[in-house]
């Protein structure tokens, strides 16, 4: 009867403390749910993002090589029709033409199907009118190019990419077809393991899913042992999402692939990283977190089972403390994440200094010692002076709103070790629970890709995306300071000629060349930007005269006149540049533009290809088109 009593006196203390550890397990196990969802979805938006930006590079490697194949095949059509139907190939070897590293061969096939000519000596003369191109054209009369299906080189039994142009007799009727073929491992040279992963993948397919080229791995797609299944189509010109194993891959891995139309072509770039390597480290976390949660759940069970048998409110609530506290360390050691508990320190009402009372050894290791070495140190202690006032005034505010959250770039002195920190900082009581995360990679990687869209890939040039955005500025700099600035366009003459005698790779080392002339012919502050092709502009901000745009104008003619040395040859090229001046020449960057690319193509014709230089000039619209109206009347007539 007594035990009942105390028992029916008691009945809430006991039961109370089991009832709430049983609620906070299940909170407990639901933030660790919620934070691995959460982690699983941040892994995949970063895969998604990252596979996306890179099928947009990966879509204008393809580009430039359909490009440089297909002036290849124009060029083999054009002068078999020039000759007659008379043409051997083996000469274009000799004379050093159709020698791009990544050519297998170049042949040219009869009406019958049989090689007429080609770049290496052929033993046999198989028969290609039974490959699908040829085919192709001799029952569609296009002279466009083609990209085939992959096929197998008899030669050495490698994957091969044909590209294949029609060829026609006098009379319009089937004469036979012009194949260059590629190796497909060449466009398995943008893979990169750094970025991919092992198991990562590329492709290159056509708007119906079927595969021109791919590689996932180490591994690439053939004909015979095909690493890539036929029939992924796509709604959108670009995108990115998660695609399963089967039927997609054959080795049946699911991944995150983003894909990217390619411009002037109908093929889709695609670009994949391995869904189980993106989680890899995800695996582990997951199982230390279950374990954490685990404990957490069965240090609550115990203290809740002691708690109800001692049955005293004081000894439960310090055990309770001790239990929510283990559970805490526990939970929070394996993260990434830096926790840290603050006391503030104040003197007349302001807060002076910081102690901290807690931390984890992941926050601790953001200074670079043990967790026992923090505890107990003043933030005083910990910063230098210099920024001692900010991180104060921070935290004081955080004290005063009762949150703060915000991403930094940290300065040099700073004792953390990290370039940029993500702090949320909650007021906890009286004392200020902070978590500090590193987001360094991640700040370092959107850098990266800004970097990367505003520069030209070959002379690491600014390009025409950076014009767009910096000349508008520019302007605005000197409308403020009511100064000048000028705009000069230039126009590379004799540069076509170099690129198709010797070649892309020494016309790609001759705009090299041309950049890093003109860079050295201007002052500090100009900026040099490569358009497209052969079309270079220079930004000059704060002239003094108009004089100093000319005399720009003229360093650069004299200098791109002198003969570049590439590749064992002399080459020579000319220089045509228009200028325009702000706020003379027009007020907005339209204007500038136009005005610089007309004075640029007046220096073009009085040149007559030798170069010169023009400062625009209002009669130059009337001077102009005549010329003007010439080009368009004649782009008819070819049409």
């Known amino acids: 009867m007594q035990k009942w009593h105390f028992l029916k006196g008691n009945l809430f203390s006991i039961l109370v403390w089991p009832v709430l550890c049983l609620v906070l397990g299940a909170v407990l196990w639901g933030a660790v749910v919620e934070r691995l969802q959460a982690d699983r979805r941040a892994l995949e938006q970063n895969a998604l993002k990252e596979v996306a930006s890179l099928s947009g590079a990966y879509a204008q490697y393809l580009t430039r090589t359909i490009e440089q194949m297909d002036q290849i095949a124009m060029q083999v059509q054009y002068d078999w029709s020039r000759s007659g139907g008379v043409l051997d190939l083996k000469d274009f070897r000799r004379q050093g033409l159709l020698i791009a590293p990544q050519l297998i061969t170049v042949t040219i096939l009869g009406r019958d199907g049989f090689p007429l000519t080609s770049t290496v000596n052929l033993g046999v003369r198989p028969s290609g009118a039974s490959r699908e191109y040829f085919i192709f054209h001799r029952e569609n009369d296009s002279r466009a190019a083609r990209v085939g299906m992959p096929l197998i080189w008899p030669v050495t039994g490698k994957a091969i990419l044909p590209f294949t142009r029609r060829l026609s007799a006098a009379d319009g009727s089937f004469a036979g077809v012009v194949a260059v073929a590629i190796g497909s491992t060449y466009f398995s040279d943008f893979y990169d393991e750094v970025k991919l992963g092992n198991e990562g993948m590329v492709a290159m397919v056509d708007l119906e899913g079927g595969v021109r080229t791919a590689r996932v791995g180490d591994v690439v797609h053939t004909p015979n042992s095909p690493v890539l299944g036929h029939g ?15 039927p997609t891959f054959a080795d049946g891995q699911a991944r995150y692939v983003g894909w990217r139309k390619l411009q002037g072509y109908p093929f889709m770039a695609m670009v994949g990283v391995s869904e189980a390597e993106v989680l890899s480290g995800l695996r582990v976390t997951e199982a230390a977190y279950r374990n954490y949660a685990l404990a957490g759940s069965l240090a609550l069970l115990f203290f809740g089972i002691a ?4 049955a005293a409110r004081r000894a439960w609530r310090r055990q309770k403390a001790e239990g929510v506290r283990t559970a805490y360390r526990v939970a929070t050691e394996g993260a990434n994440e830096g926790f840290f508990t603050l006391r503030p320190l104040f003197a007349e009402g302001r807060l ?9 050894e992941r926050g601790a290791a953001f200074y670079g010692v043990k967790r026992d070495r923090l505890i107990g140190k003043r933030c005083s202690a910990l910063n230098p002076a210099a920024i001692l006032p900010t991180l104060l005034a921070t935290c004081s505010s955080a004290l005063g709103s009762g949150f703060h959250e915000d991403e930094i770039a940290l300065p040099p002195e700073s ?6 920190v993500h702090r949320r900082m909650v007021r906890h009581g009286a004392n200020l629970a902070v978590t500090l995360r590193d987001v360094s990679q991640t700040r370092m990687y959107q850098q990266q890709l800004l970097q990367m869209a505003k520069q030209d890939g070959l002379t690491a040039l600014p390009n025409r995306h950076w014009l767009t955005e910096a000349l508008p500025a520019a302007l605005e700099r000197a409308r403020a300071s009511a100064g000048m600035l000028a705009l000069l366009f230039v126009d590379l003459g004799k540069f076509r000629h170099v690129n198709d ?9 001759l705009l090299q060349a041309v950049a890093h002339r003109m860079q050295s012919m201007l002052r500090a502050g100009d900026h040099v930007v490569r358009l497209s092709g052969d079309e270079f502009a220079v930004l000059m901000e704060s002239l003094l005269s108009e004089l100093e745009a000319t005399h720009a104008a003229e360093r650069i003619g004299a200098v791109l006149s002198e003969p570049f040395a590439l590749a064992g040859s002399q080459y020579s090229i000319s220089a045509s540049v228009g200028i325009s001046i702000y706020p003379r020449d027009g007020a907005d960057a ?39 109206d010439s080009e368009q009347a004649l782009a008819r007539a070819v049409a």
């Open 590 to 628: 339209e204007k500038l533009l136009i005005h610089a690319d007309m004075a640029m193509y007046a220096a073009k014709i009085d040149g007559k290809g030798k170069g010169g230089h023009i400062v625009f000039q209002p009669s130059l619209y009337d001077r102009l088109a005549p010329s003007t």
């Open 501 to 509: 005698s010797a070649g892309h790779h020494v016309g790609d080392q």
């Open 232 to 246: 992924a189509t796509f709604d959108n010109t670009e995108g990115s999402m998660r695609m399963d194993g089967k």
């Open 352 to 360: 002076a200094d910081l102690e901290i009372v807690d931390c984890n």
């Open 307 to 310: 708690a109800s048998v001692i």
């Open 415 to 420: 004792p953390l070790r990290m370039k940029w």
